[in-house]
């Protein structure tokens, strides 16, 4: 079965820093695009950046430019690991944050994406 599995999230302070971690079940990540993905209560689930299959090119939304960066490990050993590098955090980045798989390219579309994991919370107090 195919999972993927979120970790990291807490409670930080605003000006601090927390890394996600994601990963994956299967070796065939390697291949996939994967994302990050947010939800603050009562809004709906917003694009955060993606990573194409090798790491090489990376989009981020522009909300968290420039604070946020996404890095993956896609060695055997690693799990096809995927990390949210998070810097400088604000209140509104409070959310559940979720990793994303997509076999297709790389896309700030959360429809296009097949695979997704249960969500890490992240809060920012002021």
């Known amino acids: 079965q195919v999972q993927l599995v979120e970790s990291g999230g807490g409670l930080v302070q605003a000006g601090g820093s927390l890394r996600l971690s994601c990963a994956t079940s299967?070796?065939?990540?390697?291949?996939?695009?994967m994302g990050w993905f947010r939800q603050a209560p009562g809004k709906e689930r917003e694009f955060v950046g993606v990573?194409?299959?090798?790491?090489?090119?990376?989009?981020?939304?522009d909300s968290v430019k420039g604070r946020f960066t996404i890095s993956r490990d896609n060695r055997d050993n690693a799990k096809n690991t995927v990390y949210l590098q998070m810097n400088s955090l604000k209140p509104e980045d409070t959310a559940v944050y979720y990793c994303?798989?997509?076999?297709?390219?790389?896309?700030?579309?959360?429809?296009?994406?097949?695979?997704w994991g249960q969500g890490t919370q992240v809060t920012v107090s002021s």
């Open positions: 994303a798989a997509t076999s297709g390219i790389v896309t700030m579309s959360k429809a296009s994406y097949n695979y």
């Open positions: 299967r070796r065939t990540f390697g291949s996939y695009a």
């Open positions: 990573t194409s299959w090798s790491g090489g090119s990376t989009s981020y939304a």
